[in-house]
């Protein structure tokens, strides 16, 4: 994609603080973070959502989130951590380029989450997704 940011950094178009690459997902610094070592890691190819994604990028995707988890945690003792990812504008996705977001948490930085659940009778909805 010609707009698409992410894009731009995989074909080097724009630079990025590079932690971790394999064939098909990189990982790099958010340059706006919500806390030290918040990480993006996305697929080379462009997705816009996660279930786009053939099951080859959701194994890199997947290493590549596992490795750079543990070098957190290892290197920065990070201790506590959200993985992120948002499908669509009104989930919360602004770039429209899949990715995940590793948010180191602490006390005083990192995401903040309000769970809004609601009690809900889930049976037509399983009975729906089950058939």
Known sequence: MDDCIF??????????DLIYENKGAM???DVSPLSEGHTLVI????FERSHEMDIET???ISDA???VSK???GKMGVRNYNILQNNGRDAGQ???HVHFHIIPKTKTEGLEIKWNSKKKDTKSTAKLLTE
């Open 94 to 96: 602004e770039v429209m």
């Open 71 to 73: 070098l957190l945690v």
């Open 27 to 29: 990982a790099f610094l």
């Open 7 to 16: 894009c731009k950094i995989v074909s080097k178009e724009i630079p990025s």
């Open 43 to 46: 697929p080379k190819k462009h």
């Open 65 to 67: 989130l596992d490795v």
């Open 58 to 60: 959701w194994k890199d």
